[in-house]
């Protein structure tokens, strides 16, 4: 069975700030992973999605890693302002049989200081 | 056009109530989902439609009955909800092939659903 865990839970940067938050998951038999974007009370915004193939996605300030064997996934955000805070949530495919389960991590909830 | 519209965006009902949310995607997709998330936790999948046919149904009450009419829409039913089944209920679509692939996933914005 996937497990998705973030770390951290919670991070606070100053603007302005290079950052890196953390993915991993234990069934590395997956077929790509997705990065998303949540506000508060509102829904997912799909970020990036990485192929099993690719190592690396980006998407202007954004650009997200893969590591398979190791079982990991970052989202670096370059040069952060306060309209990147949010929390950020990765999920990775239940791959048994196919499955189109997408297991989430609990997130990372970023807020960016002015 | 990358959207996933979900109607109403706020619902308030009570106990005995039968009510109904509705999702529609333009996006030609054929995998259709169901979410539910509580404040402060991850989304939990309850339902997937793949090609119109239920195709995971997460130990979900019988008291949502999720109906997939059309590959462009989704609803969940709802009748004789409790307290705890408030919460935000999400819709999201992607692509799915039949060599079980599935693309990435869009999501709506969600209806918020309080149950008095």
């Known amino acids: 069975k996937q497990e998705v865990t973030q770390i951290p839970a919670a991070l606070s940067v100053p603007e302005g700030e290079n950052l890196v938050l953390n993915c991993s998951f234990t069934d590395s038999a997956i077929y790509n992973l997705q990065w998303f974007r949540q506000d508060p009370g509102k829904g997912l915004t799909s970020l990036l999605l990485?192929?099993?193939?690719?190592r690396e996605q980006t998407s202007g300030r954004l650009n997200a890693s893969l590591d398979k064997s190791s079982g990991r996934s970052t989202l670096y955000i370059a040069a952060s302002q306060p309209g990147d805070s949010a929390t950020y949530l990765c999920a990775a495919p239940e791959t048994k049989g196919g499955s189109e389960k997408l297991v989430f991590g609990k997130g990372t909830k970023l807020t960016v200081n002015p | 056009d990358t959207e996933v519209t979900q109607t109403p965006k706020h619902l308030v009902m009570g106990m005995t109530n039968k009510k109904s949310l509705k999702c529609e995607q333009h996006m030609g997709h054929r995998a259709m989902y169901w979410y539910k998330q509580k404040a402060k936790k991850p989304p939990e999948l309850m339902f997937v439609?793949?090609?119109?046919?239920?195709?995971i149904n997460e130990s979900v009450p019988s008291r949502f009955s999720p109906e997939c009419p059309n590959s462009s829409l989704l609803n969940l039913h709802l009748h004789a909800l409790q307290p705890e089944d408030s919460a935000l209920y999400l819709c999201?679509?992607?692509?799915?092939?039949?060599?079980?692939?599935?693309?990435?996933?869009?999501f709506g914005e969600g209806s918020r659903l309080t149950v008095l």
């Open positions: 439609y793949s090609y119109e046919k239920l195709s």
């Open positions: 999201a679509s992607s692509t799915r092939d039949r060599g079980l692939y599935t693309g990435e996933l869009f």
């Open positions: 990485i192929q099993s193939s690719q």
